[in-house]
């Protein structure tokens, strides 16, 4: 029987969401915890990866596992889980649902903030040490909006024969006190996309790069012209859509 579940996490203690031979990845973390429960091997599948250090609100998977009430996996997952791992919600789906293949579109919000002092702010904020311009910054983002050859922004490690097209749909950026969010919403983003979006508005918000250049890296479709990327800690995986 299939379930979908929605987990939270702070990424801070984590080399990210994939298991890995000599990091501990979340994944792992989930699937030991789920075969306790099953007293069998589970694999679970997620919507896509985060990096080490990057933190989710709406992370989905998806796992095979016996015909048990949905609340009492969130209960026991949630038992034996740390407590930077929370189990939202669990429930059935049909078998053909697939986390990864499934979505439509994903939100990511990247929180960059001017407070200093707060003790917070390091391990879930990029802080800014100098002026920031928030209205560039939108002029910049408006760019990247619609359907794009996004290779400028992605990772090198990337296979070739991977889409690099990607739609992004809405991109809102706000001033909430000392902070800045910017929250992204795309059919789906490539490796290191998003934080590298974010380090080249960052780069516009300091005056050390014109929103024109924005357009400029983007349209140049190679992985070299963009040098930009912004900290693991600010960004957040908020929700995943089906």
Known sequence: MRFKSIVAYDGWNYAGWQKQANALGIQEVIEKALAKILQSDCTVVASGRTDAKVHAKGQVFHFDGKDIPANRYQQALNTLLPKDIRIVQVEPVDDDFHARFSAVSKQYDFICTRDQVDPFSYRYKQIIWSNFDVA???????????????????????????????????????????????????????????????????????????????????????????????????????????
Request: hydrophobic share 35%.
């Open 136 to 242: 560039a910054m939108k002029a910049g983002a408006a760019y990247l909006l619609g359907e794009h050859d996004f290779t400028s922004f992605s990772s090198s490690r990337i296979d070739e024969r991977k889409p690099r097209v990607k739609t992004i749909s809405s991109i809102e950026i706000q001033e909430k006190d000392q902070d800045v969010v910017t929250s992204f919403i795309g059919s789906g983003f490539l490796r290191y996309q998003v934080r590298m979006m974010m380090g080249t508005l960052i780069e516009v918000g300091k005056h050390r790069l014109e929103p024109e250049d924005v357009k400029r890296i983007l349209e140049a479709k190679n992985k070299e012209a963009c040098r930009y990327n912004a900290q693991p800690q600010g960004l957040c995986l908020m929700k995943v859509n089906y």
